[in-house]
Structures are given as C-alpha cells and as structure tokens.
C-alpha cells in the first residue's frame, strides 16, 4: 500500500516534520490491512516526542504528548519544565515540580522547588507564590545557599499585588541588606512611596523619597522625576516641614520638565513658600506660573493664588 510504504519513507528518511503531518493521514489506514496500525502510530509518535524534545521544539512536542498520550521518561522532566515555561502552562510546571519537592536529593529538592515558585508567579497566584517563597527562603537559610535576589524582588511585588503593604518596608530592608547596588531597588522605593502617600503616612513618604533622590543623584539619572520631588513637597505640606521641600522643587522648576509638570512645579513651590511664610517669593512664583504659556488645571490654581 503506498500510503502506508510512505511513512517508511519519511521516517527512513527522518523527516520529522513531514512524518507529523502525515500521521493523521497515517492513522486511518485500513485497521483490516494494517492491524497493528494503532501500536505503529503510537511508536512513530513516540520517537517523533523524543526527538522534538531533544531539540526543545515544545510546541511540537506537546502536541504530540496530548494527542497520542505518550508518557514521557523521567530524564525528559527539566525539559518538560523548560517547554510548561515556553507554552506558558504553569499548572503542568507545578504539579511536575511537585513531584520533586519531597525529594531525598537537596539540590534537586531546591530546584524545583524554585521552578514551582516562578510557575506561580507567572501565573500571579501571588498568595501561593509568598508561602512558596517562605519555603525557599527557610530551605537557603538553612543550607546557608546565597540568597536568591529575583525571588526576594519577586516577592516585593507580590506582596505589593495582594495587598500586604505591611511586608514591604520590613522586605524593602533585607533585600538592601541582601543586595545593595541592585538598581531595580529603586522601583520598590516608589512603590513604597506610593503606597505611603495613599495611606497618609507622611513620614514614610519623606524617608523613602529621600532615599530615591539621593540615590537617583548617585546614579546621575532622573528616571522617578518629578514624581519623588511632588512627593517630597506633599509630605512636607502635610508634616509643616518646608525647607527641604522649598530646596528641592526649587532645583526641579529649573530643570527640563513637560509643561503640566513645569505647572505643578510651580504651583507647589509657590504653596510652600506661602505656608513657610515668604510672601513674597510666594507671589513672585505664582505670578511665573501665571505668564507660563500653555494651558494647566495647575495653572488654574495658580490663577486662584
């Protein structure tokens, strides 16, 4: 039968592309000329995995795996966690890695238990990912392995994610502690900050902005500007501490801003100078903003001054 001396052909041959699509037309063959057909499927496809597999072509590999229902050999599972990760299937990541995780050998132990945490987080199972992370840390701890700086930055934004705004500081001090010339820090001081004016804590505002500005001096760089200075100039409206804040916005109203930053630069500073008690570098500030050209709600405000 021609159709079925084909497939011989392809797979002779090993054209391995050609071999997977030629199955489906393979498998109906006549089951009355070719009864062992079923079982000939099954082993060409099983070779077919292996061979995909080897070469880390996952899609290939997976659809094969799901359609024929091939069970993998063990030794193929760190490739069958790289393909989960590729295809974005994170539930078959964590219940492959669960098999590991009571494992008599640490290191594979650890392993796997840090492919079951990055699963989870990216599939934002955040809770599961923090008890996860808890586990590992007490594990590295333990074993005195080094610290693992992406889990611990993950960790941050997980807690961040869920809520748990009370982990942060406490998290934001290990992780300087752990890691300190690591630039991402710099992002989880906003994020603190941010969370920080929400809750009207002021005091933390004015820590963590400080912290921001000073290292983004450091590092010659503006990237959190003019978000840290409004920060700063709002915690020292609300804590009655001026001159700090007077410091700072002066220094940004100088600087390369977008015009309704340039206004709220302005309206700002002009609000601190009025609350600290110079009227007239109040007035004088209100009146630039004024002559500004463009249009602001900021400049409306300060229009009302």
């Excluded at 709220?264 to 007035?283: A, D, I, M, P």
Aim: hydrophobic share 35%; net charge positive.
């Amino acid at each position: 039968h021609a159709k079925y001396k084909k497939m011989g052909i392809l797979v002779h041959e090993k054209r391995h592309n050609e071999i997977k699509d030629y199955l489906p037309t393979y498998e109906n063959l006549d089951k009355k000329l070719f009864p062992n057909l079923n079982e000939e499927v099954r082993r060409i496809a099983r070779k077919l995995v292996k061979v995909y597999l080897d070469g880390k072509d996952c899609k290939n590999s997976i659809d094969l795996i799901y359609k024929y229902n091939i069970l993998i050999p063990k030794s193929y599972d760190d490739t069958m966690s790289y393909c989960g990760f590729q295809l974005g299937d994170y539930d078959f990541v964590v219940n492959l890695s669960n098999k590991y995780i009571e494992s008599n050998s640490p290191a594979d132990s650890i392993k796997w238990q840090r492919r079951k945490a990055d699963a989870l987080y990216k599939k934002s199972d955040y809770l599961e990912y923090i008890l996860q992370a808890q586990r590992i840390s007490r594990i590295d701890k333990a074993l005195e392995n080094k610290p693992d700086k992406e889990m611990y930055l993950k960790l941050f934004k997980a807690y961040s994610n869920i809520g748990q705004n009370d982990k942060l500081i406490p998290l934001m001090k290990e992780i300087k502690e752990y890691f300190p010339k690591e630039a991402r820090i710099l992002d989880l001081y906003k994020t603190i900050i941010e969370v920080a004016l929400k809750d009207k804590k002021y005091d933390t505002v004015d820590l963590y902005a400080t912290k921001l500005l000073n290292q983004q001096r450091v590092m010659n760089i503006d990237v959190f500007s003019p978000f840290v200075e409004f920060a700063l100039a709002e915690a020292g409206v609300e804590q009655k501490v001026y001159d700090k804040a007077i410091n700072v916005l002066d220094t940004l109203v100088t600087q390369e801003l977008d015009l309704d930053d340039r206004f709220q630069s302005l309206y700002r500073l002009g609000e601190l100078y009025s609350l600290s008690g110079n009227g007239n570098k109040s007035k004088e500030t209100f009146e630039k903003c004024k002559q500004l050209e463009g249009e602001s709600s900021w400049k409306e405000l300060c229009k009302q001054r």
